[in-house]
């Protein structure tokens, strides 16, 4: 079948004919089905670097859908170390663009639940600002990676008022007790 006779085919029936697994994949995550979706990208993602080698970007892509599956999991600790791993062995590639913005927003994502907001707080920076320059001010990216340096905040004011709040329990019990 000739290339423009391809592309006259409706996307789904093209993806459902050439990449089964990788669409099945991708079904099971909105559906909530995460480990099974998580299962399926990891075996692409071995199948992909063993024919296109570590520095596709395919695999790449896919090993950010399988972090992001972890995170929604709330397997944290494991999405953490995936999405470093990712930003390490992407730092400085030509395609450090959207890709690694993402990757490096859902990083902060990762630290923030993890109570970990400073170093969020560091990572989601450099993201609203990568950001800001790259796409603008008013892109919705930016202000999602703004809106989650505010929720940092908001996080550390309660925690703050938290400790504050325990220390004078305790110091009233402290007292009470003479």
């Known amino acids: 079948m000739g290339w423009f006779k391809r592309l006259r085919k409706p996307i789904a029936e093209y993806t459902a004919l050439e990449e089964p697994e990788e669409r099945q994949a991708g079904l ?5 089905a995460y480990k099974k979706s998580e ?8 199948e992909d670097e063993r024919h296109f080698g570590k520095d596709c970007y395919e695999a790449k892509k896919r090993k950010e859908d399988v972090a992001r599956t972890l995170l929604e999991q709330g ?13 390490q062995e992407n730092e400085n590639r030509p395609y450090e663009g959207y890709f690694m913005l993402t990757a490096k927003f859902r990083l902060g994502q990762t630290l ?16 609203a600002k990568k950001r800001e320059r790259m796409l603008g001010k008013s892109h919705h990216d930016t ?3 703004k809106q989650w340096l ?19 329990i305790h110091g009233k019990e402290g007292m009470a007790g003479k």
């Open 28 to 32: 099971l995550f909105p559906g909530g």
């Open 39 to 46: 299962e399926a990208r990891r075996k692409l993602i071995q």
């Open 75 to 87: 397997k944290y600790d494991d999405a953490e170390k995936m999405y470093y791993e990712i930003v």
């Open 112 to 127: 923030y639940e993890q109570g970990k907001y400073q170093t969020a707080r560091k990572v989601l920076q450099e993201v």
């Open 143 to 145: 202000l999602d990676s």
């Open 150 to 168: 505010a929720g940092i905040t908001v996080a550390e004011r309660k925690e703050a008022q938290k400790a504050q709040s325990q220390k004078a």
